[in-house]
């Protein structure tokens, strides 16, 4: 091999050149042998690079690419074939690889970009899923003020609370500059400004309601954005800023009577208030559609609210209005209790204390009657007596009256004879009558039922005083008395609009008609003559110093027998004509044995034993003075109880007798006695052998003494075996002094006396 | 007058105990009301009619009731029920339930039971004696000292 003279050996002038060359392509290579290592190191570093073998690629051409650079250093001076040989296959392997990581990339590089735009597609993904969060998380925390406020709200029933905590929290919610509600006024004419956020006390600005500003706003149930100008938003004094924008939203103010059941409510007449809300003056910010849902949610939940707080404020105040109410009324139901107890006290001790001195006024004057008088003596005593009987009457007038007015009052229902009752009225009215020259009539029915069941009493009361009223207003001329059954078309009188008959089989109506040819009476006074103590002043003939009482009792004696009764008359001068309608059972055995009451008016003088019993029994119910008159018989084996009966008997003033057994009873009773006791539970005495015998001793009834059974055996056997042996009563032992005196009472008036067992 | 009141009081009180033990009821108390100026020993007669009656028929019935053949059941109720009719006028109200129920052992034949009664009975009846004799021995105090015998109501 000739050496080349064109290579100059060793370090030819431009060395230096060639030293930079040198420590060029050492560096060169120095880097390209670190920067696999770099890349090596990093992607084992991270997890994940889809391209390995495109980094392995890269690698081995840098490798490559620094190795050729190496082996060229020693190519700078003389070296040998083998040098040589190294250098072209490192270029050779380095050439290769560039081109085959050349030829990978063109594949590679816009995967790579790919991935690039990728990402930067989520970026923005991420970035706008951010701003949605952002938004999401405002409108959740914007829920839960709604909800904190509603609950706020809904926790207080003041309607104040309510109000203002609503404007406090919307203006927080919603960083608010001015928050109001303007009410309507009591005339719904206006809008006044009620309630401010920032302003204290507001001074009642007020706002004609008819604006069309605020029309809209009532006619949607949307909350609207009005103009800052409108006269509801000028809420803030005029400022050099921008006002924010206003939006104004409607808050119904629901009355209770606005809901009807399975209705919804009217909406055209309903009041509104209106809510308005002003944004910070300055601020760019608007209104979000999300700010909007809430005001109106929360104008919604304001609305019930202040219907609730209503609706208890209503609830509270009828509350405290009934309780007022109630304590009034307890107080004014025991003040009348208190009068009642105080009225039913005085008239007890009325009915006591004044029956007793008028009974025995009445008493000794009717005794003093039957004794040898001097026809002067004899017409003071009757007058003394007429007297005593006109009070007597006034006072049991009054005390029926009372009586009747409290519901106490009740029947004596019993079987009689009807038409004893009218021959009775007769009797006793006619010598009144006959003085003053009037002529008295009476009509009986012949279809009117000789017994009825009623209260005879009150019925002969009733038919005597109207008969009484017609003497006594009478001149002259005559009275007409006509009874008989009504039948229906009689019945419904256009007189009676309230009067309504029910016929049915055991009751019939009797009607009576009193027709006088008196002074009459003017058509116009007619409702009053009923009416207590109304006394007729118009006339001077009415001078009949009569209490006043007497029709309106008989009037409430003849409603409770189910009845009627009117006066008609065709005015002064003509007349009256007296209606008497009452309802009586018919009995249901006529058969006079079996009827164990006697009329109580005996129409016959045969009681001898006190003559004044006529007079005294149609007066007074209880006979104290009585007692002395009546002589009884006591049949009874038991030696205590004998004595016991005995002592009860003496102790009320009565004649006693004693009998040990039945031989002596009737030996010893006679029509002197009035009353034989038996004790009918003693064995040894046959009490109802003694009951037959007696009554076929004694066959005029009202010559033999009644016969009265004592037992203590509480059963109804015993009861219906007196009753059926003909004894007509029976009294449980042990008897007490106030029983004892009942018993005997009711025995005079009634002649029986079962108790009830 | 002290002397009075006390007794008086004692009167008032041991009534009033006689009452709440059972021994009298209401009877007793209208009986005391039938006493007054026309007869002032009326309870107390009326008291010893009742011990007589009672002993006599407390008697009849212990010796019916002691025969060996055949108790007449028949005669035993008869003096039962007199005696149940004397104890309730007079108002011995433990003496009466006694009874009751005497007659109910005698309508059901049974020998035991109504001797246990009729010691009941005895009993009862000797207890309300010494009772009543109590009593009385305090009303004739009071009169003795001077004063009236309160009413009890």
């Known amino acids: 091999m000739e050496s080349c003279n064109c290579i100059e050996p060793q370090w030819p002038p431009d060395d230096l050149l060639m030293k930079y060359q040198y420590i060029s392509d050492f560096f060169i290579a120095l880097a390209y042998f670190s920067i696999p290592l770099e890349l090596i190191y990093f992607v084992k ?24 650079h190496l082996i060229n250093l020693w190519t700078f001076t003389v070296h040998s074939r083998t040098v040589a040989s190294v250098m072209t296959t490192a270029k050779v392997l380095t050439a290769a690889v560039s081109c085959i990581t050349a030829l990978m990339l063109v594949h590679i590089i816009p995967d790579l970009l790919s991935v690039k735009t990728r990402e930067l597609f989520l970026k923005n993904k991420a970035a706008e899923l951010d701003r949605e969060m952002g938004l999401i998380r405002t409108q959740e925390e914007t829920g839960r003020h709604v909800r904190m406020l509603t609950h706020e709200i809904r926790s207080t029933l003041d309607r104040h609370t309510i ?6 929290e919307l203006g927080r919610t919603l960083a608010l500059e001015e928050c109001a509600l303007w009410m309507p006024t009591r005339t719904g004419l206006e809008l006044q400004l009620s309630y401010t956020l920032r302003q204290q006390n507001p001074v009642g600005y007020t706002v004609p309601i008819h604006h069309p500003v605020i029309n809209q706003v009532f006619s949607s149930n949307r909350a609207v954005k009005i103009s800052p100008n409108c006269p509801v938003a000028r809420l803030r004094p005029a400022g050099k800023y921008m006002p924010g924008e206003v939006v104004a939203v409607r808050v119904p103010l629901l009355h209770l009577s606005n809901f009807r059941i399975n209705d919804w ?15 910070p003056s300055d601020s760019a910010r608007q209104w979000h559609v999300h700010e909007l849902e809430l005001v109106e949610v929360v104008a919604d939940q304001v609305a019930v609210a202040l219907s609730h707080a209503a609706i208890l404020e209503e609830s509270m105040r009828a509350r405290d209005l009934l309780m007022e109410q109630n304590v009034a009324l307890d107080l004014a139901r025991r003040e009348a209790e208190t009068a009642i107890r105080a009225r039913n006290d005085f008239l007890a001790v009325m009915n006591h204390e004044m029956r007793t001195p008028m009974h025995a006024i009445i008493a000794l004057s009717s005794l003093l009657q039957e004794t040898e008088l001097t026809p002067e003596q004899r017409l003071m005593v009757e007058t003394v007596l007429k007297s005593s009987n006109l009070l007597a009457t006034l006072i049991n007038d009054v005390l029926d009256l009372s009586r ?12 009689f004879n009807l038409y004893a009752v009218f021959r009775e009225v007769l009797n006793l009215i006619k010598p009144i009558a006959s003085v003053k020259k009037l002529h008295v009539s009476l009509n009986l029915a012949p279809d009117l039922p000789e017994y009825a069941v009623g209260d005879e009493k009150r019925l002969m009361q009733t038919i005597l005083n109207i008969v009484g009223n017609a003497v006594k207003f009478s001149k002259e001329g005559s009275i007409s008395i006509t009874a008989f059954v009504a039948k229906l078309d009689t019945l419904r009188d256009s007189k009676a609009p309230d009067f309504l008959p029910v016929l049915s089989d055991n009751h019939f109506y009797l009607r009576v008609q009193v027709k006088d040819s008196g002074s009459g009476i003017n058509p116009l006074d007619i409702p009053k003559l009923f009416t207590k103590f109304a006394q007729n002043q118009s006339t001077g003939t009415r001078n009949s110093g009569g209490s006043g009482l007497g029709l309106a009792i008989c009037k409430r004696f003849v409603n409770l027998m189910e009845g009627h009764i009117w006066i008609e008359s065709e005015g002064l001068g003509k007349g009256c004509t007296a209606i008497l309608i009452v309802k009586l059972g018919m009995p249901e055995r006529v058969k006079e044995s079996k009827l164990p009451y006697m009329p109580k008016m005996p129409t016959n003088h045969e009681q001898t034993a006190f003559p004044g ?26 030696k205590v109880s004998r004595m016991v009966t005995k002592g009860l008997l003496l102790h009320l003033g009565c004649d006693v007798t004693m009998v040990g057994s039945s031989d002596e009873c009737l030996r010893l009773v006679s029509h002197e006695h009035k009353v034989v006791f038996m004790d009918i539970c003693v064995p040894g005495i046959d009490s109802y052998g003694i009951t037959t015998r007696i009554h076929e001793k004694f066959t005029k009834r009202h010559e033999r003494p009644l016969l009265v059974a004592l037992t203590g055996n509480t059963d109804k056997v015993t009861k219906e075996n007196c009753m059926r042996a003909g004894m007509d009563g029976l009294i449980l032992k042990p008897v007490s002094l106030d029983k004892m005196r009942s018993v005997l009472t009711d025995l005079l008036e009634h002649r029986v006396f079962f108790e009830a067992i | 007058m002290d002397v009075v009141n006390q007794l008086q009081r004692q009167f008032i009180d041991y009534s009033a105990s006689l009452h709440r033990e059972g021994f009298l009821d209401d009877q007793f108390t209208q009986l005391q009301k039938l006493q007054d100026d026309n007869s002032p020993d009326f309870v107390v007669e009326v008291a010893s009619l009742f011990f007589e009656d009672c002993e006599k028929l407390i008697n009849n ?11 007449d059941f028949k005669q035993v109720d008869a003096s039962v029920h007199q005696l149940k009719g004397s104890s309730s006028s007079i108002g011995a109200m433990r003496v009466k339930d006694v009874c009751i129920a005497f007659r109910s052992f005698c309508e059901a034949q049974n020998r035991e039971g109504c001797l246990r009664c009729l010691q009941q009975v005895t009993h009862e009846y000797s207890l309300l004696k010494n009772k009543l004799q109590t009593l009385f021995r305090l009303q004739q ?3 003795a000292a001077g004063g009236s015998i309160p009413v009890v109501e």
């Not at chain 1, 391209?51 to 190795?67: K, M, S, T």
């Not at chain 1, 104290?624 to 009884?632: F, S």
């Not at chain 2, 019935?61 to 108790?71: D, H, N, S, T």
């Open chain 1, 404 to 415: 009747l007015e409290d519901g106490s009052l009740q029947l004596d229902l019993g079987t």
């Open chain 2, 61 to 71: 019935m212990a010796r019916a009731l002691e025969q060996q053949q055949g108790v």
């Open chain 2, 141 to 143: 105090q009071i009169l």
């Open chain 1, 163 to 168: 109000l203002k905590t609503t404007l406090v």
């Open chain 1, 265 to 279: 409510p009217e909406l055209s007449t309903k009041r509104y208030a209106l809510m308005v809300l002003m944004l």
């Open chain 1, 45 to 68: 570093k991270s997890a994940v690079f889809p391209y390995r073998w495109v980094l392995v690629q890269f690698g081995a051409f840098i490798v490559l690419c620094g190795a050729t």
């Open chain 1, 613 to 638: 019993l006529k007079v005294l029994s149609r007066f007074m119910p209880s006979l104290q003075a009585l007692y002395a008159y009546l002589h009884n018989v006591v049949l009874a084996i038991g």
